[in-house]
């Protein structure tokens, strides 16, 4: 048996590479790997064996996953993954059409920490970069104080040089370099644009055109993996949903590990963390908001706060039971 990573998947039938020689070929699983309801990913890595009788593969077994990208189904109680193993959650953000959002941002930061990925946050469009729009100085501060990398491009101008990172195309592509990513970002943002040029031309996903109110349709329905030589990209489309609807408001705080680490001195266990809180270690002088660095945390709770009220509209205990 070879140790092959699906690459791409039609419910019983995978394209599979050969983890040694990165040799394509298709493979069926067998039948205990495909149960109801669950089912192989791309990412998945598994152990293939070849039917000397017929020359077809067949996939035998599936090796334990490092990590999972997933969403819940709430109605059903269930959570669908659509891609593993990945190494990097690759957040792309347009600074122009459409504008920039922190908050989405912040969103996707929650499900890098809730999936175990290293996030990337690329700022994309920057040759149409307005200063009065955004401090891009600012936000990458921000992500900086959470240890999180940062890149500007423009895609549709490969040759864009940097103007505020100092990190552009060329970096990003080095930090990829023997790594499995996935690509999310709010419609509109240029993930297939961004595709394109990190393959230098060579790989072209269609999108349509974008419309007036500055979003784009992706009009790939499948998740893939792109290999581009020296890493993996995984372009899913599936994940769209920016809603956190699926998490007990309760653990949200370890999903934001800057706040966790504040959070843990504040007088009582049970702080909301609201300024009328007495005892919130957010409100003392230490994270006062007058200093960048209290600013810095007051935004991130500002995410936080907003998060919580809104995944706390309807009661967890109301919520469908454990997802499975």
């Known amino acids: ?42 990412g998945d890595h598994v152990m293939v064996d070849e039917i000397s009788e017929t020359g077809e593969y067949v996939i035998k077994k599936a090796l334990e996953r490092k990590n999972e990208i997933f969403r819940i189904l709430v109605r059903e109680s269930k959570k669908k993954v659509t891609a593993s193993n990945c190494d990097y959650l690759i957040i792309l953000s347009s600074v122009h059409k459409p504008r920039f959002k922190r908050g989405i941002i912040d969103r996707f930061l929650v499900r890098a920490y809730q999936w175990g990925l290293e996030p990337i946050v690329v700022f994309n469009k920057m040759d149409k970069y307005n200063e009065d729009e955004m401090c891009i100085e600012y936000e990458v501060e921000r992500l900086k104080h959470l240890g ?48 394109t040029a990190l393959s230098d031309g060579k790989i072209e996903l269609k999108t349509k055109k974008v419309g007036k109110a500055g979003k784009g ?20 489309p599936g994940i769209r949903s920016f809603s956190l609807d699926d998490i007990d408001p ?75």
């Open 1 to 42: 048996m070879r140790e092959a990573k699906i690459i791409r998947s039609h419910q019983r039938e995978f394209d599979c590479a050969f983890v040694d020689t990165k040799e394509e070929i298709k493979a069926t699983a067998l039948g205990n790997l495909v149960k109801k309801g669950e089912t192989l990913v791309v």
């Open 148 to 195: 999180v990398d940062c890149f500007e491009t423009s895609a549709l101008n490969p040759d864009y040089e940097c103007r505020y990172l100092d990190k552009g195309l060329k970096e990003f592509k080095e930090k990829l370099k023997d790594s499995t990513a996935i690509f999310v970002g709010q419609s509109g943002v240029g993930k297939s644009q961004t595709i």
């Open 217 to 236: 349709s992706h009009t790939t329905t499948w998740s893939e993996i792109v290999d581009f030589g020296d890493f993996y990209l995984i372009d899913s």
């Open 250 to 324: 309760e653990e949200l705080i370890q999903y934001f590990p800057d706040l966790q680490k504040v959070a843990v001195n504040c007088e009582f266990s049970n702080c909301n963390h609201l300024p009328e809180n007495r005892g919130c270690e957010f409100y003392t002088d230490a994270y006062d908001v007058e200093t960048d660095e209290g600013l810095i945390y007051h935004s991130r709770l500002e995410s936080y706060l907003l998060f919580c009220d809104e995944i706390s509209e309807t009661p967890f205990w109301k919520k469908k039971k454990k997802y499975k």
